[in-house]
């Protein structure tokens, strides 16, 4: 309770963050994000993650994922704890996943839109650096073409999956701006 007195009556500034998702980086999808202050307790959050090449001749897992938020925070904007309700809209080249189980035989390729809700927690480690730790669940609709993997990529089949799960997990480093 002393801890959330505090946070509530602290002074603090910070209006603007740039970040990027740790997790992201260790599959190798380059990432930025940046958040904006809206008012005392709400914030919004974008984030964008870009994987343009294939892990090798086998496996893939080329991506574009966009994903906006916006976040009420429990005392006020970049500190502590905070919910989100965020969207997801992205395309997708992948085959043979590691540890996904995914056979090697077929490439999918299409586009998600989805969203979902999060929660998460900012622990500020300067006046200007900070982490976040995020985790959300949602929704996300899938519409895929399935591909035989040959040399020719001829289209075995295409359909839509509705998946329910996690869609935001996140170790973020952030830059105050401002």
């Not at 008012?39 to 496996?59: C, E, G, I, M, V």
Request: charged share 15%; aromatic share 18%.
């Amino acid at each position: 309770m002393f801890c959330l007195l505090l946070c509530c009556f602290s002074v603090r500034a910070q209006q603007i963050a740039e970040k990027t998702n740790i997790i992201g980086w260790t599959t190798l999808s380059p990432n930025i994000g940046g958040e904006i202050s809206l008012s005392r307790q709400w914030s919004l959050d974008a984030n964008f993650s870009y994987h343009p090449w294939k892990l090798s001749a086998t496996t893939s897992l080329r991506h574009w994922l966009l994903s906006p938020e916006l976040r009420w925070w429990y005392c006020r904007s970049f500190e502590g704890s905070f919910w989100g309700v965020h969207l997801l809209a992205g395309q997708f080249n992948v085959r043979a996943l590691p540890l996904t189980g995914m056979p090697k035989d077929y490439e999918y390729a299409g586009f998600l839109i989805g969203g979902g809700v999060s929660y998460g927690y900012h622990l500020p480690l300067s006046a200007r650096w900070g982490m976040e730790f995020t985790v959300g669940v949602g929704y996300a609709w899938i519409d895929y073409d399935k591909y035989e993997c040959k040399q020719c990529r001829e289209k075995i089949a295409e359909g839509q999956y509705n998946y329910f799960g996690p869609t935001r997990l996140g170790i973020s480093l952030i830059y105050f701006l401002q």
